[in-house]
């Protein structure tokens, strides 16, 4: 039974099917990466180090970039990821500086 | 051409798969009145108790009005009361004439006319009592798939929504549009990050300049707020769930309308849908005012996912409830019609699910109620357009 899922081939998240904890592999095709965090069920984990600002990437289309630098095995979630769309508080604060 | 269930054929060509005697509201004075005559005739009776009708200006008026127009001519209801105040800005004679125009017989019943409340409900049930009688001797006939316009709709996602449900109920979209039928897909705000997808697959493209012109003025019009859109997408308990932007909700969602399936057309809220294919219609996020829209726009049957578990139902539609999550499917039961979980403990595959969600579709079509429809959920809420005036 897979404990993680990847959906495209182009994705660097895997979505967790049951909780996740550190020191447990999951396996992505070829890749293996160690749980670094533990990861609560249909929370992603990141199958390898995103850098801040790089784009997050699953269905094989972006999702929002990194708001911090995430390390492989780590959740991934709304500490870590900011969403690209409808941010009109960006556009208010841009517009006020 | 393949027999797929039993409906309702109706004067004006179209199929139903419900024989309702519709009793509508002009106004929010005349809920409660409508609501009584409907359910004196429970279950065939079904009310459309709405908050607008008066103090309406523009678009918000037009929209309420051709909501409810909308339904008075739609194939799931076999004949139509109209209950009036009598001074308000919904017309009721539009809406007697709109359903007399798709062949059902309508009637008025006026508060002010009747004199009060007593007097209107009882020649309301009088009337009612008699369509039903008349709506009960119609008999179902085998229809094919391609007279069937179904709603795709995913509400309380979570992440088993975009892994196992959505992408089901989207091989069921794509059987459905083989066979000669129409998909809906409402809810612009989640389109948001996966429109480039759905226009990719546009027959022509000014359909797909419109998808596109359409998301960038639903994302505007959130903008112009000035505020974080993440403040209700993904709502609080997609993010519970795993989802953590608008941008994976959207693609997670828009599974439901098929991998293949053309996108055809573009309707406003609650417009007609008249292309066989994909068509994307113009409605909100609130899962009610969605489901209020895509009946609205004629179809006769609701494809419901949901990962949290929702109740949602529609007055005249049936909605099929489908999880892809186990523990919901348990403890949301009363309200689950169909469970493929099984897709994510591979012990099911998404071929099966989608044989079975087909198979369930045709004989809820044909008649079967859904959980929904056994619960007496009859949620109905028309899209408001700006402050009532």
């Given at each position: 039974v897979n404990r993680a899922i990847v959906i495209s081939a182009l994705d660097n998240v895997a979505t967790a099917l049951e909780a996740l904890e550190p020191g447990e592999t999951i396996q992505a095709g070829a890749l293996s990466v160690a749980v670094a965090e533990s990861i609560p069920r249909g929370h992603k984990v990141a199958l390898r180090a995103i850098d801040a600002g790089e784009v997050v990437v699953k269905y094989g289309s972006a999702i929002g970039h990194a708001s911090a630098s995430i390390g492989a095995g780590m959740h991934v979630h709304t500490h870590n990821v900011a969403s690209d769309r409808g941010r009109g508080d960006l556009a208010a604060a841009e517009g006020a500086r | 051409m393949t027999q797929a269930f039993l409906g309702y054929t109706r004067p004006d060509g179209q199929v139903g798969v419900r024989n309702h005697v519709l009793v509508v509201p002009t106004v929010i004075c005349a809920a409660v009145v409508a609501e009584r005559i409907a359910g004196a005739i429970a279950p065939i009776g079904a009310a459309l108790p709405h908050l607008a009708g008066c103090g309406q200006i523009g678009p918000d008026l037009s929209v309420t009005h051709d909501t409810l127009a909308a339904y008075t001519r739609h194939p799931n209801v076999g004949a139509v009361i109209v209950v009036a105040l009598g001074c308000e800005q919904v017309i009721a004679q539009y809406l007697a004439d709109t359903a007399r125009q798709a062949g059902k017989a309508a009637h008025i019943v006026s508060i002010q006319g009747e004199g009060g409340t007593v007097r209107a409900t009882a020649r309301g049930i009088e009337?009612?009592?008699?369509?039903?009688?008349?709506?009960?001797?119609?008999?179902?006939?085998?229809?094919?798939?391609?007279?069937?316009?179904?709603?795709?709709?995913?509400?309380?996602?979570?992440?088993?929504?975009?892994?196992?449900?959505?992408?089901?109920?989207?091989?069921?979209?794509?059987?459905?549009?083989?066979?000669?039928?129409?998909?809906?897909?409402?809810?612009?705000?989640?389109?948001?990050?996966?429109?480039?997808?759905?226009?990719?697959?546009?027959?022509?493209?000014?359909?797909?300049?419109?998808?596109?012109?359409?998301?960038?003025?639903?994302?505007?019009?959130?903008?112009?707020?000035?505020?974080?859109?993440?403040?209700?997408?993904?709502?609080?308990?997609?993010?519970?769930?795993?989802l953590t932007t608008i941008e994976e909700k959207s693609l997670g969602a828009t599974h439901k309308a098929g991998e293949r399936t053309r996108l055809e057309d573009v309707v406003p809220y609650a417009g007609r849908i008249t292309r066989r294919g994909l068509t994307v219609m113009e409605t909100p996020g609130l899962d009610v005012e969605s489901v209020t829209g895509m009946v609205g726009g004629g179809a006769q049957i609701v494809l419901f996912t949901t990962g949290l578990g929702t109740p949602t139902g529609n007055p005249i539609a049936p909605v099929i409830k489908i999880t892809g999550n186990a523990r919901t499917a348990q403890t949301m039961?009363?309200?689950?019609?169909?469970?493929?979980?099984?897709?994510?403990?591979?012990?099911?595959?998404?071929?099966?699910?989608?044989?079975?969600?087909?198979?369930?579709?045709?004989?809820?079509?044909?008649g079967r109620p859904t959980a929904s429809e056994r619960l007496g959920h009859r949620e109905f809420a028309i899209h408001r357009r700006n402050a009532t005036i």
């Open positions: - | 009337i009612a009592r008699g369509l039903a009688v008349e709506l009960g001797r119609a008999e179902r006939a085998w229809c094919p798939a391609s007279s069937l316009v179904v709603s795709v709709k995913c509400g309380g996602s979570d992440y088993t929504s975009g892994l196992a449900s959505n992408p089901a109920v989207g091989r069921v979209a794509d059987k459905i549009v083989d066979m000669g039928g129409a998909v809906v897909l409402g809810e612009i705000a989640e389109i948001m990050g996966a429109e480039h997808l759905l226009a990719a697959r546009a027959s022509a493209p000014a359909t797909a300049a419109h998808l596109l012109r359409v998301v960038r003025r639903v994302e505007a019009e959130a903008m112009a707020l000035g505020l974080d859109i993440r403040g209700t997408q993904p709502s609080p308990g997609n993010i519970r769930g795993g039961a009363d309200n689950t019609d169909v469970d493929v979980s099984a897709i994510l403990t591979n012990a099911g595959s998404f071929d099966e699910a989608a044989t079975r969600l087909f198979d369930e579709l045709c004989e809820v079509a044909s």
